[in-house]
């Protein structure tokens, strides 16, 4: 078998941000302030400035942090919560965990982002029914590129609905020259190792304008707390960032603009190389992709398992998100109305996702190309 190219390279960005990351992290290990220290608060200025938000909170993960911008608008039992069936578990296990109900919808065929319009239906649906409360919307910016926020504010304000921005993929990317962040009246993001701008282990921030809900967050991050540490206001959970984990993300931070460029540059040579061959992703209109997947889709899953298998012998790792759309999975099936979602079944039929971060070579991108050809 031929040696493999990395999927994820992070050995080659850790020896390009050395210096500045053991600085950063003996530092840490001086002050021994190990839980919210100051890098904590360095990271949340920065993280708001780098996508113009006016507040970030910086929480233990990108799923605590969509638990806690809804544990603040007290969604809970008897609530609808709306968000994409195409997408990772966190989204759907949240509302479940707070006693809510997922409310799966479609996915565009092309973008893979949730469906404005079939999110019309749905809530409808739910509307007429009356045995749930349509509550808040969970948006998810799939793969690293923006859903289409200007429609989906427009029905959440119509609907009077909470617009939750499930952004753990797409830090970074933009959409008509902004940043996301902004977006929603809430914005979650993650920063897990494998994410664009990810940390050494599991971390996450929140981002919103109104200073009184990030006050809830800060609260609800550290057991419901008050002005002093055993003031319980609310019930809480633990949901602080290490500092280390904030050292590290303000590394990285530093060359992220450069990363991000270079994403951008490796989506477009596979699109050069396999547009031909493949469906290569669309790109969501007036927006700027922080690519954090780049998924292909083939004709069928019998195309998926032969060029899936002849990557492996080509030594080129692939990756299927998401084999089994949230409707279907075991765990979500007590809680799905029944409704079948065909574009998201199709897709997970036959997507494939291959190798993209800012340290693929040209010669690991011909490779690759080159090994997708071979298996047509």
Same mark, same amino acid.
């Given at each position: 078998?031929?040696?493999?190219?990395?999927?994820?390279?992070?050995?080659?960005?850790?020896?390009?941000?050395?210096?500045?990351?053991?600085?950063?992290? $003996? &530092?840490?290990?001086?002050?021994?302030?190990? #839980?919210?220290?100051?890098?904590?608060?360095?990271?949340?200025? *920065?993280?708001?400035? @780098?996508?113009?938000?006016?507040?970030?909170?910086?929480?233990?993960?990108?799923?605590?942090?969509?638990?806690?911008?809804?544990?603040?608008?007290?969604?809970?039992?008897?609530?609808?919560?709306?968000?994409? !069936?195409?997408?990772?578990?966190?989204?759907?296990?949240? /509302?479940?965990?707070?006693?809510?109900?997922?409310?799966?919808?479609?996915? %565009?065929? +092309?973008?893979?982002?949730?469906?404005?319009? +079939?999110?019309?239906?749905?809530?409808?649906?739910?509307?007429?029914?009356?045995?749930?409360?349509?509550?808040?919307? #969970?948006?998810? $910016?799939?793969?690293?590129? /923006? !859903?289409?926020?200007?429609?989906? *504010?427009?029905?959440?304000?119509?609907?009077?609905?909470?617009?939750?921005?499930?952004?753990?993929?797409? @830090?970074?990317?933009?959409? +008509?020259?902004?940043?996301?962040?902004?977006?929603?009246?809430?914005? &979650?993001?993650?920063?897990?190792?494998?994410?664009?701008?990810?940390? =050494?282990? %599991?971390?996450?921030?929140?981002?919103?304008? $109104?200073?009184?809900?990030?006050?809830?967050?800060?609260?609800?991050?550290?057991?419901?707390?008050?002005?002093?540490? =055993?003031?319980?206001?609310?019930?809480?959970?633990?949901? *602080?960032? %290490?500092?280390?984990?904030?050292?590290?993300?303000?590394?990285?931070?530093? #060359? @992220?603009?450069?990363?991000?460029?270079?994403?951008?540059?490796?989506?477009?040579?596979?699109?050069?190389?396999?547009?031909?061959?493949?469906?290569?992703?669309?790109?969501?209109?007036?927006?700027?992709?922080?690519?954090? #997947? =780049?998924?292909?889709?083939?004709?069928?899953?019998?195309?998926?398992?032969?060029?899936?298998?002849?990557?492996?012998?080509?030594?080129?790792?692939?990756?299927?998100?998401?084999?089994?759309?949230?409707?279907?999975? /075991?765990?979500?099936?007590? !809680?799905?109305?029944?409704? *079948?979602?065909?574009?998201?079944? %199709?897709?997970?039929?036959?997507?494939?996702?291959?190798?993209?971060?800012? =340290?693929?070579?040209?010669?690991?991108?011909?490779?690759?190309?080159?090994?997708?050809?071979?298996? @047509?």
């Amino acid at each position: 078998m031929a040696s493999q190219v990395p999927f994820l390279d992070l050995k080659t960005q850790q020896s390009r941000i050395a210096a500045d990351l053991r600085r950063r992290l $003996d &530092a840490v290990l001086d002050h021994c302030k190990f #839980i919210l220290g100051p890098e904590v608060a360095e990271l949340e200025e *920065r993280l708001a400035t @780098f996508c113009g938000a006016a507040q970030c909170v910086a929480v233990s993960s990108g799923t605590d942090a969509l638990q806690i911008a809804l544990m603040a608008e007290q969604v809970g039992r008897g609530d609808a919560v709306f968000l994409p !069936a195409f997408t990772y578990t966190a989204t759907a296990e949240v /509302p479940l965990l707070l006693g809510a109900t997922p409310v799966f919808v479609d996915v %565009d065929p +092309h973008t893979f982002q949730i469906d404005p319009k +079939h999110l019309k239906a749905r809530i409808s649906e739910i509307r007429r029914e009356s045995r749930l409360r349509p509550r808040a919307l #969970i948006g998810v $910016d799939l793969f690293g590129q /923006p !859903a289409d926020w200007p429609a989906l *504010r427009e029905i959440t304000a119509k609907e009077r609905l909470f617009a939750l921005d499930d952004c753990a993929q797409a @830090f970074g990317a933009s959409l +008509h020259g902004v940043r996301l962040g902004t977006q929603a009246d809430a914005t &979650a993001t993650s920063f897990f190792p494998s994410k664009p701008l990810g940390a =050494y282990g %599991d971390g996450g921030a929140l981002f919103c304008e $109104d200073a009184a809900r990030a006050a809830a967050w800060r609260s609800l991050r550290t057991h419901g707390e008050g002005q002093t540490r =055993y003031e319980v206001l609310r019930t809480g959970m633990n949901g *602080r960032l %290490d500092s280390l984990q904030a050292a590290v993300l303000l590394a990285k931070l530093a #060359i @992220f603009e450069d990363e991000l460029a270079a994403r951008e540059k490796v989506a477009a040579a596979y699109d050069a190389h396999l547009s031909s061959l493949v469906t290569v992703p669309a790109r969501v209109a007036g927006s700027a992709s922080a690519w954090a #997947i =780049y998924a292909i889709l083939l004709p069928d899953g019998a195309a998926r398992d032969r060029l899936q298998a002849a990557l492996t012998v080509a030594g080129v790792p692939s990756a299927i998100y998401y084999p089994r759309p949230l409707h279907l999975q /075991p765990a979500y099936r007590a !809680a799905h109305d029944g409704s *079948r979602l065909p574009v998201a079944e %199709d897709i997970a039929s036959r997507i494939l996702a291959l190798p993209i971060h800012p =340290y693929l070579s040209g010669a690991d991108i011909d490779r690759i190309a080159a090994a997708v050809r071979a298996a @047509f």
